[in-house]
Each structure stands twice: as C-alpha cells, then as structure tokens.
C-alpha cells in the first residue's frame, strides 16, 4: 500500500542563494558535458568576469588520490586558455613551502582567510604568497573550504587588481558559488579517482574496459600479442633474510626497473603476481615484437644498476627469469559473484610461463620462443637456438631461443 506525503502548509524559506545568478545557474544546470576541472575552472572564471566581477587569478587545492602524488593545484589566470597544474609529492604537509602558505589555514580547520593587499610590504609579509601578489598588483585576496563527503577538504581561492578590492557584492557572488562548486569538484574528482586507481590497479586498457562497462563475471577480450613474464629467483630466502621493510623497497626497486622500460616502449602490464609480472605488446603495433626485446634489454640495464646499488647496501644480487611467446591472450572478470579479478588467461600466456620457469633449467635469464622470433624484425644474430624442449603441460616440445647477451 503506498503512503502519500503532505509537505507543510508553510515550508520553511532557504537561505541560499542569497542571489540568482546567471554563473550558478550555469554551474548547476550546463557543466555536464565538462569532464575535467580543470577547465571547469577556467570556464568559471571567465564568466565571472564577463559578469563584471573582478577576479583576476583563481586556483583550487587539491587533495587527490593518487599512487604518485598527495595534492594539485589548479590555478587560473586572465588570458590563459587552459590553467597551469602543479602536483604535490606525499609528505609536502611536513615541508616549510606546505606551512608557509595561506591555503594550509583552510586545511587547519580556518572558515575562511581574506587578506587586503593594498598595504605596505611590511603588513603583506605574513605568507610569501602575499608578498608575491602584492608585488604583481593585486589588491585582494580570499581563500575558503570546499566540502566534499566524508570530511574531505579542499581549497578555492580568489584574488583581484581592482583598486578597492573585492566589493561585498562580489564577495556574496562568490560565496554563493561555493556550495555548487563543491558538488562539481567532487563529481570530477571522483570521476578521475575511479580512472587512476583503476589504471594504477589493472592498467589503462583493462581499466577502459571496465570504465566502458566490462563489469559482468566472464565479460573480457582476446588481444593478440607478445607476451612477457618474468619472475623474480630465490624470493622466499631473501625474505627471510632481510626486515619487511627492506623487502619492499628492493621490490618496488626491482619492479621500476623493469615495468617502466615495458610502459615506455608501448607495452601493458596485465597483471602483478607475487614477485613476477605478465605484460603484452599488442599485434596491432607493427614493432610490438621489438619493442618487446627493447624493453627487455633496457630492463636488464636497470636491474645491472640496481645490483650495484643493493651491493653497496651488503645485499646479494638479484636474479630473474623472462619467458617470451606470441599469440591470443583472453582477458577479463573471472572469479566468484561478488569478488572478481580482471585477468590473462589462455594457452599463449602458459607457453610463456613454461618458458620463464625454463629459465630455471637451461641457466638463461632470457627465453624465447621460435612463433616469437620469426616476428621480430631484427637480425637473426640477436638470439641463439637452445633446441626444442617438453614444456610442462604441453604434449609437443616448443623450439626454444636465447637472446644474445
């Protein structure tokens, strides 16, 4: 049975917006379209000053999420077609740059900061940023919070040349801005969040296969590619010998050298698996094959440095295998109804698991694959053949080549 709600005989008026105003109807009603913030920012900015208020710079401070960076800054100015973007490292909090700014008082918990500039140096000396917007003709400044859900905070902040400062008027324009522009930032900011973590996550192709809708359990695709995996050697021992710590950074260590030569040259990581990695080139780049062997050998420069730095530290070299093959890899959701894993599967992908756990056997930290090496449009000298050989789990013995140190 349906219920039917009475609203009151006199509702309670709102109190915002103090004013209707054609930016916010635009804010609410006509951004839709616009994905990034950034240029959200700049399109903002510039209608305020079609509509006579005087903002002469703009920026937003950013808490983001991110694996590389803590916070960004957004920052407009008259005359720019797009806003300049600074990122933050994590820790910046700790640094004199991070206290030393108005923006950390909003952070801190301050409703609003506002700073008159037209004063001597001696009374504008309180943050550098003040200093530096006197200097350049401004004449005003404020700064205030932008709420997002579950107590996230960020900053927006505004600053004019006009000779008496921002007036009221356009005070009360731009603090009734504020509720909208918090609803706007957190869609895109969360929109973006949802696209790095997943590409941090499963990389940026499957992460545009889930984003397209690839969320159903079996849903996925079948690439043709080469095929990389490596694995790292005797990594149960070396966690025993060293603290946890110590272990992570030797893995993060091992898995830069390696992963940015492959993400540099085209390639994609599918997948992280303990200590080891499966990464594909796909067919459709003519070169895939030599980008492939490029990011091996730029790989193996890196793990030589990266050797010599953990030998300075007291710590044993480390020591990898890398199995290459070709052909159709299938990815995609598998796993139970509510925990899915976004994955590689297929006969090409064991073919070059064999071959790494091969590397074992014949003592190369490099084997390939003849399918492979027939592609590759390089000179033959580049490999030797190591004959054919019973892979585990495959009734025929595949032909087996070395690469050339």
């Known amino acids: 049975m349906s219920t039917i709600t009475h609203l009151p005989a006199h509702p309670q008026a709102g109190t915002w917006p103090r004013e209707r105003?054609?930016?916010?109807?635009?804010?609410?009603?006509?951004?839709?379209?616009?994905?990034?913030?950034?240029?959200?920012?700049?399109e903002l900015c510039e209608r305020l000053s079609a509509e006579g208020v005087s903002v002469a710079r703009s920026s937003l401070h950013l808490r983001i999420q991110h694996p590389q960076w803590q916070g960004a800054r957004i920052l407009w100015q008259p005359g720019a077609e797009e806003a300049h973007i600074d990122t933050f490292d994590y820790d910046v909090d700790t640094t004199e740059l991070f206290l030393r700014r108005p923006a950390t008082e909003i952070y801190n918990g301050a409703s609003e900061v506002r700073k008159h500039l037209i004063a001597s140096d001696n009374e504008v000396a309180e943050y550098p940023l003040f200093e530096e917007l006197h200097r350049d003709g401004f004449t005003d400044y404020v700064a205030w919070p932008i709420e997002h859900t579950w107590g996230k905070r960020h900053v927006?902040?505004?600053?004019?040349?006009?000779?008496?400062?921002?007036?009221?008027?356009?005070?009360?324009?731009?603090?009734?801005?504020?509720?909208?522009?918090?609803?706007?930032?957190?869609?895109?900011?969360?929109?973006?969040?949802?696209?790095?973590?997943?590409?941090?996550?499963?990389?940026?192709?499957?992460?545009?296969?889930?984003?397209?809708?690839?969320?159903?359990?079996?849903?996925?695709?079948?690439?043709?590619?080469?095929?990389?995996?490596?694995?790292?050697?005797?990594?149960?021992?070396?966690?025993?010998?060293?603290?946890?710590?110590?272990?992570?950074e030797i893995l993060n260590g091992y898995f830069d050298a390696l992963c940015e030569p492959v993400e540099t040259r085209g390639?994609?990581?599918?997948?992280?698996?303990?200590?080891?990695?499966l990464a594909i080139f796909p067919l459709s780049n003519?070169?895939?094959c030599a980008d492939l062997l490029g990011a091996i050998k730029d790989g193996r420069q890196r793990m030589s440095a990266l050797n010599e730095e953990l030998a300075k530290g007291g710590k044993s070299p480390l020591r990898y295998g890398i199995g290459v093959h070709v052909g159709d890899v299938m990815y995609?959701?598998?796993?139970?109804?509510k925990r899915l894993d976004f994955t590689a599967i297929g006969p090409a992908v064991n073919i070059a698991s064999r071959l790494e756990e091969l590397t074992k056997v014949v003592k190369?930290?490099?084997?390939?694959?003849?399918?492979?090496?027939?592609?590759?449009?390089?000179?033959?000298?580049?490999?030797?053949d190591l004959g054919s050989h019973d892979l585990r789990g495959l009734e025929k013995p595949v032909s087996v080549f070395g690469l050339v140190d």
Not at 21 to 35: A, F, G, I, K, P
Not at 332 to 337: T, V
């Open 21 to 42: 105003r054609s930016v916010l109807d635009w804010l609410m009603n006509e951004t839709r379209s616009q994905r990034f913030l950034d240029n959200l920012l700049v």
């Open 156 to 248: 927006v902040t505004f600053a004019t040349k006009h000779a008496n400062g921002f007036s009221d008027h356009e005070i009360g324009y731009l603090k009734d801005l504020l509720p909208a522009l918090a609803l706007a930032s957190e869609i895109r900011m969360k929109n973006a969040m949802a696209r790095t973590l997943l590409e941090t996550y499963v990389g940026p192709h499957a992460s545009a296969e889930i984003l397209a809708g690839a969320t159903t359990r079996g849903s996925g695709q079948t690439v043709s590619a080469a095929i990389m995996i490596c694995d790292l050697r005797d990594f149960t021992a070396l966690s025993d010998l060293w603290p946890r710590d110590d272990i992570i």
């Open 267 to 277: 390639g994609e990581i599918l997948k992280f698996m303990g200590d080891g990695l």
């Open 286 to 288: 003519p070169n895939a």
């Open 332 to 337: 995609g959701n598998i796993g139970s109804r």
């Open 364 to 384: 190369r930290p490099v084997l390939l694959s003849s399918d492979f090496v027939k592609l590759v449009k390089s000179s033959s000298s580049a490999f030797f």
